[in-house]
């Protein structure tokens, strides 16, 4: 199982990124949960938000009313809609899985916001 995250980079504050995440290898409806973490320079990796194979979503209160997490299932993907994004969303963002027996993590994708 594969896990590919994309779309990461440098913005401004205030402006929008789409992150998303390929899975190879697994249907991503045989995973109990996806989602995001992001770890900032000198920082804890932190669990931005995840969604739940029946769609059920959770935030970080820090990203709530901000970002929005998806998933296509037909396409295999999970999406991270990231909005109105401040300087403290800089981090590196990984796309995550978990099944019944493990979890399961992709690359990183690198979110730069700039003041």
């Known amino acids: 199982v594969q896990l590919q995250a994309s779309g990461g980079g440098l913005v401004q504050a205030g402006e929008s990124l789409r992150l998303s995440c390929a899975a190879s290898g697994s249907d991503i409806i045989s995973f109990n949960a996806m989602g995001w973490y992001r770890q900032a320079p000198g920082k804890q990796r932190e669990l931005v938000a995840t969604i739940t194979s029946d769609g059920s979503t959770n935030y970080v209160d820090s990203v709530k009313g901000r970002f929005a997490i998806s998933r296509d299932n037909a396409k295999n993907m999970v999406y991270l809609q990231m909005n109105s994004l401040k300087p403290e969303d800089t981090a590196v963002y990984y796309c995550?899985?978990?099944?019944?027996?493990?979890?399961?993590w992709g690359q990183g994708t690198q979110v730069t916001v700039s003041s």
């Open positions: 995550w899985g978990r099944k019944t027996f493990g979890g399961y």
